[in-house]
């Protein structure tokens, strides 16, 4: 576990989430854009073959469950602010601790959030015309709003979670229904279930659609920042996690049921825009609007988990001294990490301002699928370390389960490395230019009497 010398990072932050608030913010973070787009690259790739696109999105579903178990285990064995954080710090050091909290606060977590306001004003555009500025000046504004939200007072940025997941989830699940109900994707055309011989093209493009279904899935992590702050946490942490990501694989798979019976899977694989395509087909022209309208929220939502759970992260690595200590303060009003989570939101509006987060996440993202690698393999490290420990919560099947998880992250670096070696390099690069930074931390934080974890 953490170092005697270093100060746990969530002693100042009141234990306010609970269980539910758990499984919203794991529904709500991971549910942005993706699920209204994706599923039409998934069934191109598989060659508009109904059974191969829907096992892909269940097995990447089950895949993103089994690392949702192992980091329920670390994360009610030690429930504090940082979660993955932490987890690759107690097993690795701080070096490659610090290389992720940098990767997240410079890229990965702040380009989301800039996508995401940046994708906001994209479909407010089929409301109202919007001109450049005003664009630019509307997505500053949205981030502004989930910032406020955040510095104000985790019980109600969880509040607002909640009620944001609910509305586009229920709305999700309703929509979904309909368009089984209704369409005929499935009983006209002569639909293909399966392929009729197992080729070596399909099995490629299994492969691609998985690397992007996974992609899909992610930000199920974030909750585990938000450790810290959860009441009774040995017990409703892997509760929520594991909840949360379940719901999430029942909403992936109906919503793509739904977009094959209103527009059969030869349709849907070739739709630019598979919900908005669908929906039309239905219910008439008009419901494009609906669907406009619950993408928006669904955007908001997710940059709202994405502020209520990163800045954790950047409050836990000040608190190790490795990162700017205004960051370790907690607000004496408002018992939020108020100075992390502007700073973070501050980085990502001169990121969706300036338009280069398209370029940092394209060559960075990847690199976060090492991190989450690494925080699976911690949990060999906890055992080792403590094997008599009391566990509130043991992963199942261990140790397949975290296996199983670290070798899809894997696979997900190495398809990378593989496929676009320079971007993959680049991205590698970004990461290790935080290795001087870590060091210039680590040393001011030795001269001002700071003792970093791990050190």
Do not use: C
Not at 16 to 44: C, N, Y
Not at 241 to 267: K, Q, R, S
Not at 268 to 295: C, D, H, L
Not at 380 to 386: M, T
């Amino acid at each position: 576990m953490s170092s005697p010398h270093a100060p746990d990072p969530g002693a100042s932050l009141p234990r306010t989430l609970t269980l539910r608030d758990l499984v919203l913010i794991v529904v709500g973070t991971v549910i942005g854009s993706g699920i209204f787009i994706v599923p039409a690259t998934v069934l191109a790739h598989t060659g508009g073959d109904i059974g191969p696109a829907l096992l892909v999105w269940l097995i990447a579903g089950v895949l993103s469950l089994l690392g949702a178990l192992t980091y329920g285990e670390m994360g009610a064995a030690n429930p504090s602010a940082g979660g993955l954080y932490t987890y690759i710090r107690d097993a690795f050091g701080p070096l490659p601790a610090f290389l992720f909290g940098w990767t997240m606060f410079f890229v990965i977590s702040s380009g989301s959030l800039a996508t995401l306001a940046v994708a906001f004003t994209g479909y407010l555009g089929e409301f109202t015309t919007l001109s450049r500025g005003v664009a630019r000046l509307i997505a500053v504004f949205m981030i502004a709003v989930v910032t406020a939200i955040n510095v104000l007072g985790t019980r109600k940025s969880a509040g607002v979670q909640g009620l944001t997941t609910i509305i586009k989830s229920v709305a999700i699940v309703l929509i979904s229904i309909v368009l089984v109900t209704r369409g005929t994707g499935f009983t006209t055309g002569d639909p293909q279930w399966w392929p009729a011989q197992l080729e070596p093209s399909l099995l490629s493009g299994v492969g691609l659609a998985m690397i992007g279904v996974l992609w899909a899935y992610e930000g199920w992590q974030y909750v585990t920042f938000s450790a810290g702050e959860t009441r009774d946490p040995r017990r409703t942490f892997p509760l929520g996690i594991t909840i949360g990501t379940t719901l999430l694989i029942g909403i992936y798979l109906l919503a793509n049921v739904g977009y094959i019976a209103a527009l059969g899977p030869e349709t849907a694989s070739q739709s630019e825009r598979i919900a908005a395509q669908s929906v039309t087909a239905i219910m008439g022209p008009a419901a494009g609007k609906v669907i406009a309208g619950i993408i928006l929220i669904s955007m908001f939502s997710a940059a709202n988990g994405l502020v209520l759970t990163a800045p954790r992260l950047y409050y836990s690595m000040a608190r190790d001294g490795l990162f700017f200590g205004k960051l370790a303060e907690v607000h004496p009003r408002f018992a939020t990490p108020a100075f992390a989570i502007v700073a973070g939101s501050a980085w990502a509006t001169l990121l969706a301002v300036s338009g280069t987060f398209e370029q940092l996440l394209t060559y960075v993202v990847f690199a976060g699928w090492i991190f989450y690698g690494l925080g699976a393999l911690a949990i060999f490290s906890y055992r080792r370390k403590a094997p008599t420990a009391a566990r509130p919560f043991s992963v199942p099947g261990y140790p397949v389960t975290p296996i199983l998880f670290v070798a899809s992250a894997a696979a997900i670096v190495g398809n990378t490395l593989m496929t676009q070696p320079g971007r993959a390099l680049i991205g590698i690069g970004a990461v290790a230019v935080g290795v001087p930074a870590y060091y210039f931390w680590r040393a001011k934080s030795r001269r001002s009497g700071v003792v970093a974890a791990r050190d």
